[in-house]
T-cell receptor, first 117, second 116 residues
Framework: DSGVTQTPKHLITATGQRVTLRCSPR?????VYWYQQSLDQGLQFLIQ???????AKGNILERFSAQQFPDLHSELNLSSLELGDSALYFC????????????????FGAGSRLTVL | AQTVTQSQPEMSVQEAETVTLSCTYD???????LFWYKQPPSRQMILVIR??????QNATENRFSVNFQKAAKSFSLKISDSQLGDAAMYFC?????????????FGSGTKLNVKP
C-alpha cells in the first residue's frame, strides 16, 4: 500500500456521461498530480495541485476538471465522455512543491481504470 | 520544456543476467532530480531509484544501480541478477530542483521481458 488512495478502482460508463475520480494523498503530502495512461502508452500529465491551488497544467481537455479540497483530497471530473477517454487514471502525491529530493518523490496510487462503452 | 527519451521500446534479458535500460534528457538546468519507476503487470507505479544531479556518485538500491552522466545528459538503469519479478515497464522521469517548478517529465517507457 503506497498510502495514496484512489476510488473507484474500476468504472464502466457510457459515452456522454460524467464521472468523478477521487484521490486521497499520502499523509502529510500537500501536492497532488493527475496522470492519464491509455493502453500500452506512457503517462500523460493532466494537472497538479498544491495545498488547494492549481500549480501546473498539462494536456488536460476542457471536458476535464479537477480540484483539491481543504482536507487535501482531490477529485478529477471527466464529462461528455468519449471512447478515447478509456484509460487508467493515476493520482500521485508528493510532500512539497520544492525542496529536498525526498520531498519531491512521486508516490502513486493504484489507479482508476475507466472504460467508456 | 524538458524532454525525456527512452530509445528502447522493449528489451529482453535472461534470468540472472544483467541488463541496462537507457534514458536521455534535455535540459538547460544544472540542478534537477532523476527517477526510474517500474510498472509491473499490476500497473502500479513503483519508485525504483532516484538521483540528485548535484551528486556525482551514482545511486544504488540493491540490484538496481544507475549510470548518471551529467555532461551527456544520460541516466541509465542497470539491473543485475535479473529476476522474473523484474519484468515490467520502466519509466525514466525528470524533475527540476527549482523551487515551485512542479512538473515531472516522463519518458515513453521500456518494456523489460525476463526469460527463465
Amino acid at each position: 500500500d503506497s498510502g495514496v488512495t484512489q476510488t473507484p478502482k474500476h468504472l464502466i460508463t457510457a459515452t456522454g456521461q460524467r464521472v468523478t475520480l477521487r484521490c486521497s494523498p499520502r499523509s502529510g503530502d500537500l501536492s497532488v498530480y493527475w496522470y492519464q495512461q491509455s493502453l500500452d502508452q506512457g503517462l500523460q500529465f493532466l494537472i497538479q495541485y498544491y495545498n488547494g491551488e492549481e500549480r501546473a497544467k498539462g494536456n488536460i481537455l476542457e471536458r476535464f476538471s479537477a480540484q483539491q479540497f481543504p482536507d487535501l483530497h482531490s477529485e478529477l471530473n471527466l464529462s461528455s465522455l468519449e471512447l478515447g477517454d478509456s484509460a487508467l487514471y493515476f493520482c500521485a502525491s508528493s510532500a512539497t512543491s520544492g525542496g529536498a529530493l525526498g520531498a519531491n518523490v512521486l508516490t502513486f496510487g493504484a489507479g482508476s481504470r475507466l472504460t467508456v462503452l | 520544456a524538458q524532454t525525456v527519451t527512452q530509445s528502447q521500446p522493449e528489451m529482453s534479458v535472461q534470468e540472472a543476467e544483467t541488463v541496462t535500460l537507457s534514458c536521455t534528457y534535455d535540459t538547460s538546468e544544472s540542478d534537477y532530480y532523476l527517477f526510474w519507476y517500474k510498472q509491473p503487470p499490476s500497473r502500479q507505479m513503483i519508485l525504483v531509484i532516484r538521483q540528485e544531479a548535484y551528486k556525482q556518485q551514482n545511486a544504488t538500491e540493491n540490484r538496481f544501480s544507475v549510470n548518471f552522466q551529467k555532461a551527456a545528459k544520460s541516466f541509465s538503469l542497470k539491473i543485475s541478477d535479473s529476476q522474473l519479478g523484474d519484468a515490467a515497464m520502466y519509466f525514466c522521469a525528470y524533475r527540476s530542483a527549482a523551487y515551485n517548478f512542479n512538473k515531472f517529465y516522463f519518458g515513453s517507457g521500456t518494456k523489460l521481458n525476463v526469460k527463465p
